[in-house]
């Protein structure tokens, strides 16, 4: 026979042997008989208040079980010597209890021998059963009495019959039978009833109709006692003032007036059939279908009145006594010291002063990061000044004799390459920080990008900021300096950048060396200050030229960078660099893809109101008619007479940063942001433009060449708009789109 066993796979170790086990003494160190000298007599003293006798070794036990605790030491004992109840008192049985004790002993008593079926049933006499089989058992069915009819089966019945039947003799009549049938069939018949003869019909009883009482009157309810007059008390109350009874009382026209509604306050009107206006979709479809040459007329409201300006004339004009300004985005590889660089600049020019620093120190100091208070100047978001990392477009102004400045502080980690490119798209040159000890992680990191990303939005100059140079070995090294010259300057050209663009400056934006004011002049330090200029001086050098008259006869276009509030008198306000053209207070503009038209209120420049502003410029825009759902950052505000195109597909040339095949990518333009996808490949060009081949299966490393590029979200562009090609995290390739299909 076999047995199923489950194979549980116990380990040897899993096992209990009873040879490996041995009952250890319990052994107590010196600490632990201290603890029981110094604690048994407390827990002692206790138990003789509460009357309750131990021994040294149970108090000992409790303390080593509740780990020298004596207040559970004391509740256990007092617990475990509690007097036994008194067994002489028990509860009274009753008599059913008693009787079943004494049956149950009897029970007890009986000598029952284990015996078998062949045993028990040995000595019995069977009828008609063979010796050998009368072993075998078979239960038998009950001898259960048969059912019998009622009447003459009991006592009390014989009795009845012949008391009957004696009745009978008496008055000369048959004596009924005593067979068992005789007292059911007298009980199933009538007394009236006699046997062999018919029975005479029923008399039936008239039937009248129910006399019904009438109800008893309802009772009187007891007569109300009669109402005692009340006493008129005098009105001790003085009349309400003129003021209560205006709020308490209504005009007498209040019933004419109609309520007044917050549509009929900001003159909304109200459409009882919504559906029949254009959907959003279609004013999208009708602003894309519209050509740029044809005009398309201004909105009808518009509550802001023109003053008219001739903004070029006033332009020209002007142009020879105003300041030139210029807007630069620091870029850079993570903790190269970007930030805290231009913290260092805002504060020897002025621009923040040395109370608003030590605040900063103060508070970066709580939070164990007493060397960010320069950086926290740019870095004002909670959660830059927690990761210590700057994570959108920091913006700031500053000026000085010569030039006005705007500072965009771009993110250096690669998760906000997207913010890097929309600051760098609103520059005009770009500042490159680069650490002297870390070059390395940063050409192979963000260094190396953020120079590929400046040249492909179309960046011509660069100023290369050597950070850091006072932690080097020696301080100021200038053998270090040129190293790291040499290594950057031919990226630098890799990428496109002229040499006559680029200018390097030694400096340290933690100690201040050479940012503003040059250094004093120790024997290792003469070399920054004989060779290389200061770090002001040097974006003095790199503004770029005049803005041309041409760029600001275009039609106004400007991309939105941000959507704030701007106070309670503006509230709804936009910011971004204008492209080209020319806008003041009061004109009509449209914004590009929700074709929502809207009203400037305002124009604010670097912080000082204006009536007007032109291309070049970063500016703030504060609207009016319009509603903030339709503004979004990557939008292009325009022209109302000649809007830009939404465009779905675009031809574009770029050159490949790394292999491209038809794949999905994401479209960069700015600020904007789309996902789209490279639809097809047309044809590669040489260095001169010319075609190479058409429809390439593939595109390789730094070739040049158009493709076709769909947009999964129709986005406004024109052609000339840099674009940049990322997918994955990484660019794959730049250029320029050539040509917008709608």
């Known amino acids: 026979m076999t047995h199923r066993v489950k194979n549980i796979g116990y380990d040897e170790d899993d096992l209990f042997d009873q040879d490996d086990y041995v009952e250890e003494e319990q052994g107590y160190s010196a600490e632990d008989r201290d603890n029981f000298a110094s604690l048994t007599p407390v827990v002692r003293a206790e138990l003789e208040e509460a009357g309750v006798q131990v021994s040294d070794l149970q108090i000992e036990e409790a303390l080593w079980h509740y780990y020298w605790d004596v207040g559970k030491s004391v509740t256990f004992l007092k617990g475990a010597r509690k007097p036994e109840p008194d067994a002489k008192k028990e509860k009274p049985k009753s008599r059913f209890d008693e009787a079943a004790h004494k049956y149950a002993k009897k029970a007890d008593n009986v000598h029952r021998p284990h015996l078998s079926g062949v045993e028990w049933f040995r000595n019995t006499p069977w009828r008609d059963v063979d010796p050998e089989n009368v072993g075998i058992l078979v239960p038998a069915p009950d001898n259960r009495p048969e059912p019998r009819l009622l009447g003459g089966s009991t006592k009390l019945a014989k009795l009845a019959e012949e008391r009957r039947r004696k009745a009978a003799a008496s008055q000369g009549a048959p004596a009924?039978?005593?067979?068992?049938?005789?007292?059911?069939?007298?009980?199933?018949?009538?007394?009236?009833?006699?046997?062999?003869?018919?029975?005479?019909?029923?008399?039936?009883?008239?039937?009248?109709?129910?006399?019904?009482?009438?109800?008893?009157?309802?009772?009187?309810?007891?007569?109300?006692?009669?109402?005692?007059?009340?006493?008129?008390?005098?009105?001790?109350?003085?009349?309400?003032?003129?003021?209560?009874?205006?709020?308490?009382?209504?005009?007498?026209?209040?019933?004419?007036?109609?309520?007044?509604?917050?549509?009929?306050?900001?003159?909304?009107?109200?459409?009882?059939?919504?559906?029949?206006?254009?959907?959003?979709?279609?004013?999208?479809?009708?602003?894309?279908?519209?050509?740029?040459?044809?005009?398309?007329?201004?909105?009808?409201?518009?509550?802001?009145?023109?003053?008219?300006?001739?903004?070029?004339?006033?332009?020209?004009?002007?142009?020879?006594?105003?300041?030139?300004?210029?807007?630069?985005?620091?870029?850079?590889?993570?903790?190269?010291?970007?930030?805290?660089?231009?913290?260092?600049?805002?504060?020897?020019?002025?621009?923040?002063?040395?109370?608003?620093?030590?605040?900063?120190?103060?508070?970066?100091?709580?939070?164990?990061?007493?060397?960010?208070?320069?950086?926290?100047?740019?870095?004002?978001?909670?959660?830059?000044?927690?990761?210590?990392?700057?994570?959108?477009?920091?913006?700031?102004?500053?000026?000085?004799?010569?030039?006005?400045?705007?500072?965009?502080?771009?993110?250096?980690?690669?998760?906000?390459?997207?913010?890097?490119?929309?600051?760098?798209?609103?520059?005009?040159?770009?500042?490159?920080?680069?650490?002297?000890?870390?070059?390395?992680?940063?050409?192979?990191?963000?260094?190396?990008?953020?120079?590929?990303?400046?040249?492909?939005?179309?960046?011509?100059?660069?100023?290369?900021?050597?950070?850091?140079?006072?932690?080097?070995?020696?301080?100021?090294?200038?053998?270090?300096?040129?190293?790291?010259?040499?290594?950057?300057?031919?990226?630098?050209?890799?990428?496109?950048?002229?040499?006559?663009?680029?200018?390097?400056?030694?400096?340290?934006?933690?100690?201040?060396?050479?940012?503003?004011?040059?250094?004093?002049?120790?024997?290792?330090?003469?070399?920054?200050?004989?060779?290389?200029?200061?770090?002001?001086?040097?974006?003095?050098?790199?503004?770029?030229?005049?803005?041309?008259?041409?760029?600001?006869?275009?039609?106004?276009?400007?991309?939105?960078?941000?959507?704030?509030?701007?106070?309670?008198?503006?509230?709804?306000?936009?910011?971004?660099?204008?492209?080209?053209?020319?806008?003041?207070?009061?004109?009509?503009?449209?914004?590009?893809?929700?074709?929502?038209?809207?009203?400037?209120?305002?124009?604010?420049?670097?912080?000082?109101?204006?009536?007007?502003?032109?291309?070049g410029e970063l500016c703030n825009l504060h609207l009016t008619d319009v509603d903030a759902q339709y503004l979004h950052s990557g939008d292009t505000v325009c022209d109302s007479r000649k809007p830009v195109l939404v465009a779905h597909t675009v031809t574009v040339d770029i050159t490949a940063l790394d292999s491209l095949l038809p794949q999905s990518v994401d479209i960069h333009i700015g600020r904007l942001n789309v996902p789209g996808a490279v639809s097809q490949l047309l044809f590669t060009l040489d260095a001169k433009g010319e075609v190479l081949k058409k429809k390439p299966r593939i595109i390789k490393t730094g070739q040049r060449a158009v493709v076709k590029i769909t947009l999964e979200t129709p986005a406004p562009l024109e052609a000339g708009d840099c674009v940049v090609l990322r997918a994955e995290g990484s660019t794959i390739a730049a250029g320029a789109v050539d040509n917008v299909n709608s």
């Open 176 to 615: 009924p039978s005593t067979g068992s049938l005789s007292s059911l069939d007298r009980l199933s018949k009538p007394k009236d009833i006699v046997d062999n003869k018919e029975p005479s019909p029923r008399v039936e009883v008239k039937k009248y109709p129910i006399r019904r009482k009438e109800p008893s009157p309802p009772p009187q309810s007891p007569t109300p006692p009669p109402v005692e007059p009340k006493e008129i008390l005098p009105d001790l109350r003085s009349q309400p003032t003129a003021f209560g009874r205006t709020l308490a009382v209504s005009p007498p026209r209040a019933s004419t007036i109609s309520a007044a509604m917050l549509r009929d306050i900001l003159g909304v009107e109200t459409n009882s059939e919504p559906f029949n206006e254009p959907s959003p979709d279609d004013r999208i479809l009708k602003a894309a279908a519209v050509k740029p040459e044809s005009s398309a007329a201004a909105p009808e409201q518009i509550r802001v009145r023109s003053k008219g300006l001739d903004v070029l004339k006033i332009w020209l004009k002007d142009r020879p006594k105003r300041k030139p300004s210029a807007a630069f985005v620091v870029v850079g590889h993570v903790d190269h010291g970007k930030s805290t660089l231009m913290g260092r600049l805002l504060l020897d020019t002025g621009a923040v002063t040395q109370r608003d620093i030590d605040k900063y120190k103060k508070q970066a100091t709580e939070l164990g990061k007493s060397s960010f208070a320069l950086a926290w100047v740019m870095d004002t978001g909670t959660e830059e000044r927690e990761r210590g990392v700057t994570v959108d477009i920091a913006q700031h102004h500053f000026s000085t004799d010569k030039v006005d400045f705007t500072i965009l502080d771009a993110p250096g980690h690669r998760d906000f390459v997207p913010n890097m490119l929309g600051g760098a798209s609103m520059a005009d040159f770009a500042v490159l920080v680069v650490d002297i000890n870390n070059l390395e992680s940063g050409m192979k990191g963000q260094t190396k990008e953020h120079i590929l990303l400046a040249k492909a939005v179309g960046l011509q100059r660069i100023v290369v900021a050597v950070n850091k140079l006072d932690t080097t070995v020696p301080p100021w090294s200038q053998a270090r300096f040129d190293s790291v010259r040499n290594e950057v300057t031919g990226s630098l050209e890799k990428e496109g950048f002229d040499i006559g663009n680029i200018i390097f400056v030694p400096c340290s934006g933690l100690s201040g060396g050479n940012v503003v004011k040059p250094l004093s002049g120790e024997p290792t330090q003469q070399w920054t200050f004989k060779t290389y200029t200061t770090l002001l001086h040097a974006l003095e050098q790199s503004i770029p030229d005049a803005t041309k008259q041409e760029k600001v006869e275009k039609p106004f276009r400007m991309q939105i960078t941000d959507v704030f509030r701007g106070g309670i008198t503006n509230p709804l306000s936009i910011a971004g660099r204008i492209a080209s053209g020319q806008i003041q207070v009061g004109d009509a503009v449209i914004v590009q893809p929700s074709g929502e038209s809207a009203a400037i209120k305002a124009i604010e420049v670097n912080a000082d109101g204006r009536d007007w502003a032109v291309a």
